[in-house]
């Protein structure tokens, strides 16, 4: 299956018709091609014609825990591209990958000397809005979440013949690997989704052209509480430059340069490693725009607490394993790799199970075997050794649906372990399945491995979430990378853990005036790995008027697994940081008041509400409550979901002002006037010829 280029991602699909599929809710074809400028005169026509993309800058700050990331695309339309007639409205699409922990916070086009910004609005009035602007002959931009990982941007009447800039602004949050590490990853591409037969709830995504190999900019700045040991990247060739302070030779800052020669063939992975600061923390970020005060606690369980005697168990392993064709090649390599590390690993006391799938599963064992006996470990390596990606598509859920129907195991813990690509178009039944059921199944986790250069974060990720585990992903093609993945994994599988944990943000007043922390549920805290919980609080902080009050103290209860022996973390007020930043916007050099902790514990609040898991959903809401409570969010703080967008509208009316001797091109059939009509027709030939030579 091919993967879909996407440094191009901001690249436009250009599609001229009545849009018939677009009306009735289809998705229009796109040809094998959603990366890039494409012009396609009419649904039943095969041909494409390329814009130009003239670059990209991608530029990354790292403050702590929390990335912001600038996006800006430069692209040139065509020249031929009709503009005047307000009934056939040319639409463009284009779509991109983001880190699904990301939160889109900033969308804006410049061109002819004009700079569009636009604003989060409820997603049918956004809808509406962009409907009216194009029928009115004006320029207008909608930016939709298609899927948590993938935006979805809608252009309507651009001029033709001009220099575009597209900027998309986003904030994440970094993915702690150990107690001192963090991963930032730029996702480069869409990779093909696998569409089960029944109940495709996400769409086809096709692949792409590969448009563009230079152009490409990637820079990333780093700036950390702690000095710095290391910034690498597994995936790309980098520059990085260690920048010392005064009274340490390790500083707290560095600049990276992304130098490879094909940046997009796989998504970028930076490794950041900082002196290790295991003390609880709490970063404070007050916003006057918002009228609300953000906290983050920043948490590394450690090791003194015993957590780590789970060996002496019996524990259950049910590896489920994707054999489907996307993982054809390097990728079932690689799972075998893997597997092999872990049957060595497991502990000896353990049972273990695989279950292969793809369009349909199977299970080596009727029942899960003991490690011990030797003639089932070696029909378990004999097995690994020789499967082979076979198996059709990836349909992930029946075989989920087969392990998690057993509400009780016989064992005492009973851990699943799935190894994908990810590669499926119904992501979010396969998370709210697993968060309905792994929870009600008895001692049940649920752990993932991703595998392959385009990996489905949203799913890998959304497994371990729902199942109280953990994800994990292998960096590169490298043994190392594998090696260092199931390491990982293992430690976290097979050790003990913090369960049941809560955190009272503050007593007296600060209690009574309360706030909202997310995730709603903390999630099983894993010794040695760096977890963010966030809350936020209505006011100030300031305990002025009606504001909120900023705690005192925070105190996290809980339990470790299997001893039940409590443990308590405190966090008073005076050990609290300041997490105030200011930015600089390059195109103007103008400073903004920094509300990156208030963005991403809202966007963890919205996925709670998304994925079933918030208070209202506890409290039975209604679907209409949780709704509402989302475009609030979203609108609010201008961040989009599933429930909000983005709505640009340029009030020059690009169409109106024609003197009529331009026409559209006329998908019934009929001929285009004069030179513009021959030049369609023109460029529809070399389209095709180009389109050949590149496939």
Not at 79 to 102: G, V, W
Not at 220 to 225: E, I, P, R
Not at 238 to 258: F, H, L, P, W, Y
Not at 358 to 365: K, L, R
């Amino acid at each position: 299956m091919k993967q879909q280029k996407l440094l191009p991602q901001f690249l436009i699909c250009f599609i001229f018709s009545t849009f018939p599929k677009l009306i009735s809710g289809q998705s229009p074809k796109t040809n094998d091609a959603i990366g890039g400028l494409i012009f396609q005169p009419d649904d039943n026509y095969d041909e494409i014609i390329q814009s130009t993309l003239r670059s990209l800058k991608v530029n990354v700050q790292i403050v702590d825990g929390v990335g912001h990331v600038t996006m800006t695309q430069e692209f040139q339309t065509p020249s031929f591209f009709p503009i005047t007639n307000s009934s056939k409205n040319p639409t463009a699409m284009y779509q991109l990958p983001l880190d699904e922990l990301a939160a889109v916070t900033e969308f804006r086009a410049e061109y002819d000397n004009r700079v569009i910004t636009a604003i989060v609005k409820e997603r049918k009035e956004a809808r509406k809005d962009f409907d009216d602007a194009v029928n009115q002959g004006k320029t207008a931009y909608l930016a939709e979440q298609s899927r948590a990982d993938i935006f979805l941007i809608s252009v309507g009447n651009l001029p033709r013949d001009e220099i575009v800039r597209v900027t998309l602004v986003y904030v994440t949050t970094l993915e702690a690997i150990s107690s001192d590490t963090l991963r930032f990853v730029f996702p480069t591409a869409v990779a093909p989704r696998y569409e089960p037969f029944l109940n495709n709830t996400e769409g086809s995504i096709p692949d792409g052209l590969d448009l563009m190999n230079e152009g490409v900019q990637i820079g990333m700045s780093v700036d950390m509480a702690v000095p710095l040991v290391s910034v690498e990247s597994p995936t790309h060739d980098i520059q990085v430059d260690m920048i010392k302070d005064e009274t340490n030779s390790k500083g707290k800052t560095a600049q990276v340069v992304v130098v490879d020669e094909d940046p997009q063939e796989r998504d970028l992975v930076v490794y950041i490693t900082s002196q290790s600061n295991n003390e609880p923390q709490i970063y404070v970020e007050s916003s006057a725009m918002y009228n609300s005060t953000a906290l983050m606690l920043s948490i590394v369980p450690g090791t003194s607490q015993d957590m780590s005697s789970n060996t002496n168990i019996p524990s259950e392993y049910i590896f489920v394993i994707d054999q489907s064709g996307s993982m054809a090649g390097e990728k079932i390599e690689q799972v075998r790799q893997a597997m092999l590390l872990i049957l060595k690993q497991l502990p000896s006391n353990s049972f273990f199970n695989i279950i292969g799938f793809g369009d349909s599963f199977e299970a080596i064992f009727t029942e899960s075997r003991s490690i011990a006996n030797t003639d089932a470990k070696q029909s378990a390596v004999q097995y690994v050794q020789n499967m082979d990606a076979d198996f059709g598509g990836t349909e992930i859920l029946k075989p989920l649906q087969h392990i998690l129907r057993v509400k009780n195991p016989k064992h005492d813990q009973r851990t699943l372990f799935v190894l994908t690509d990810g590669q499926v178009s119904n992501t979010q039944d396969v998370i709210q399945y697993v968060t309905d059921n792994a929870a009600r199944a008895s001692n049940t986790r649920v752990f993932s491995l991703g595998i392959g250069e385009h990996v489905s974060a949203l799913l890998v990720r959304g497994l371990a979430r729902a199942g109280r585990g953990t994800a994990a992903f292998v960096d590169g093609n490298d043994a190392s990378a594998i090696e260092e993945a199931v390491q990982r994994q293992m430690a976290m599988a097979t050790r003990g853990a913090l369960e049941d944990v809560v955190i009272e943000w503050g007593d007296g007043e600060a209690e009574e005036k309360g706030g909202t922390q997310a995730p709603f549920m903390a999630p099983v805290f894993f010794l040695g790995r760096r977890f963010l919980i966030y809350y936020l609080i209505d006011g100030d902080g300031g305990g002025n008027g009606d504001g909120g009050v900023l705690p005192d103290v925070i105190r996290l209860r809980s339990r470790v697994s299997r001893t039940d022996e409590p443990v308590e973390y405190i966090v008073r007020k005076d050990a609290f940081v300041n997490a105030m930043k200011v930015y600089t916007d390059d195109s103007d050099s103008t400073v903004k008041e920094s509300t990156l902790i208030h963005k991403m514990a809202v966007r963890s609040l919205i996925r709670d509400l998304e994925e079933g898991t918030s208070k209202l959903h506890a409290d039975g809401a209604t679907n209409e409550d949780i709704r509402e409570q989302i475009v609030h969010l979203g609108v609010k703080y201008q961040i989009a979901s599933s429930e909000t967008s983005f709505i640009a509208v340029d009030n020059f009316n690009w169409t109106g002002a024609g003197s009529g001797s331009e026409t559209y091109y006329d998908p019934g059939g009929r001929a285009a006037s004069g030179m513009a009509g021959l030049l369609s027709i023109s460029w529809y030939c070399i389209g095709f010829v180009i389109f050949l030579l590149v496939w």
